[in-house]
């Protein structure tokens, strides 16, 4: 399913204007192939988010481009693509079933494709026994998955996630690591995803960057050359242990910069 | 929250309601207690006691002449707390999203707020002239400032993640706005809407008081001037029972919409 061209980034790069101009992202040069799970890993504040909201089209860049499907982003979300982020996002006044169905409002399908696939998705993300909570009544760890289930309706082609599980305790993340990966062979969707934690990066990930100090660009790209039917428990495989390790050696010294020290 | 402790939460909610009638019952009892003591330790000069003023108060709501002044003084209350609430939470939405009007428009909403507002009436009677206008432009003045900061800040402080997300389910900015920014924002507007209640009310009360013919505001100055000490202890005990039945009713609005947002703090 891999191989064509689905995401592409030429010398993109973000400035924000001041007081005081910030340089956060790029020359960025990126190619993601259609269907792969790339996840982006670099010390804080060199841009990883910032690479994720050009992707997206919620940030236009300031120089360079970025395709997507081989249409040029120019400051607007295309069809096609769903974002999960860091924060939670979930509508507080809705329930679980309307918070999921919420991302169809405007779909203009018809009311028993919508419930179709809300209920798929609520099924999938295992949310059956809560379709009728609210927000408040559930663990972060759930709210995530309303707010995963929420995109996961949208049936996007390239779904973006913005450290989604950063909240979560690691057996947690070590589980919803798994639903993504399930979720990411079931939709062939492609995923691009933004975390600081290397180990994470490593069991779920085809390919991972890393991203240097800011203005973040890419130093390093690592296979990991995992099956696509890989679950946590790649973890116990020796590879792990060195793919880790290798993103480490590559990160530590950007990660130094950042904290002010000498290399 | 597991189904277990949902119930552990509805079961103490249920032990905890006769508790809370109780708290009403011995509330009401120590005001009327108070107002007894008050009303007959200065033998009804200053306010008519608790039973006098209830006996009073029966013979007063069959009378024409107190429903006809209920009447305009409920007209220019409705038609001030509309305007204060429409025009407010208009505005506090315009100020909340326009960073930059907001931070100008706050300073001088927040100055205008602390003028004590009756200073101001002249004006507002020589620019409305006498009669219902005058008070209701005046219950306004009372009202829109608070409608206005509440709706502000509400919407400044929604998190931002919501409005990034209305962006990439590619909402357009009518529908973030219905779907999105006044949902989220509702807990803090009612609580604009309990304060612009209570203080349009105190406008257009004030305004029948100063110079009105109409309204339970002049009835009372009347009784007052009249030296009718159980109309005047009337008229308060019904201002105070609707301030009080519209205020836990918006209350209550107000703990509903709180419960499901309680999570948006962690």
């Not at chain 2, 219902?132 to 402080?157: E, I, Q, W, Y």
């Amino acid at each position: 399913m891999t191989g064509q061209c689905h995401v592409s980034l030429r010398e993109a790069v973000r400035r924000y204007d001041g007081p005081p101009a910030v340089h956060a992202l790029g020359p960025v040069n990126l190619e993601i192939r259609r269907g792969e799970f790339f996840s982006v890993v670099g010390p804080s504040g060199c841009g990883k988010s910032t690479l994720l909201d050009v992707i997206s089209g919620l940030v236009r860049p300031s120089s360079g481009s970025v395709h997507f499907e081989d249409k040029e982003l120019r400051g607007e979300v295309p069809d096609g693509v769903g974002v999960v982020f860091q924060e939670d996002s979930s509508m507080p006044w809705l329930s679980v079933r309307d918070n999921v169905a919420f991302g169809l409002r405007t779909s203009g399908l018809p009311k028993k494709e919508v419930a179709g696939r809300v209920d798929h998705a609520i099924r999938f993300m295992g949310l059956a026994q809560f379709a009728g909570h609210y927000p408040a009544q559930l663990s972060g760890g759930m709210r995530q998955r309303v707010c995963i289930a929420r995109t996961l309706v949208l049936r996007p082609r390239l779904i973006l996630l913005d450290e989604p599980f950063g909240a979560l305790d690691q057996q947690t993340r070590l589980l919803m690591g798994d639903e993504l990966l399930r979720l990411w062979r079931e939709t062939g969707a492609t995923v691009l995803l933004i975390t600081h934690a290397l180990d994470e990066a490593a069991m779920l990930s085809d390919r991972v960057g890393v991203m240097s100090a800011r203005p973040g660009h890419f130093i390093d790209m690592v296979e990991t050359g995992w099956p696509r039917d890989r679950d946590s428990r790649v973890i116990s495989d020796p590879k792990f242990g060195a793919l880790t390790a290798r993103l480490w050696s590559s990160l530590r010294e950007e990660s130094l910069k950042t904290m002010g020290h000498a290399a | 929250m597991s189904d277990l402790s949902l119930e552990t939460a509805q079961a103490a909610t249920a032990t905890r309601r006769p508790a809370r009638v109780l708290d009403v019952v011995v509330l009401i009892a120590v005001v009327l207690g108070l107002w007894h003591v008050i009303g007959t330790w200065t033998h009804g000069v200053a306010i008519a006691p608790p039973l006098q003023t209830l006996v009073y108060l029966a013979g007063l709501l069959h009378t024409e002449m107190f429903w006809s002044h209920a009447a305009a003084t409920l007209e220019a209350f409705l038609l001030a707390f509309v305007l204060s609430a429409l025009m407010g939470l208009a505005l506090g939405l315009i100020f909340g999203v326009r960073r930059f009007a907001g931070e100008v428009a706050e300073p001088i909403l927040a100055g205008f707020y602390t003028i004590p507002k009756v200073t101001l009436y002249p004006v507002v009677l020589l620019l409305f002239g006498l009669g219902m206008s005058a008070k209701v432009a005046f219950g306004v003045m009372h009202g829109l400032v608070p409608m206005t900061l509440f709706t502000l800040g509400a919407v400044r402080n929604l998190p931002p993640v919501l409005v990034r997300t209305a962006r990439v389910l590619r909402l357009s900015p009518g529908r973030t706005m219905r779907w999105v920014l006044i949902p989220a924002c509702l807990p803090d507007i009612v609580n604009g809407l309990r304060i612009s209640f209570s203080l349009s009310l105190l406008g257009v009360l004030i305004g029948e008081m100063f110079s009105s013919q109409r309204g339970l505001g002049f009835l009372l100055v009347n009784g007052m001037a009249q030296n009718n000490v159980p109309l005047s202890t009337a008229i308060v005990t019904v201002i105070v029972a609707i301030a009080i039945a519209a205020n836990t009713l918006m209350l209550r609005f107000v703990r509903r919409f709180a419960r499901r947002a309680d999570e948006m703090a962690g």
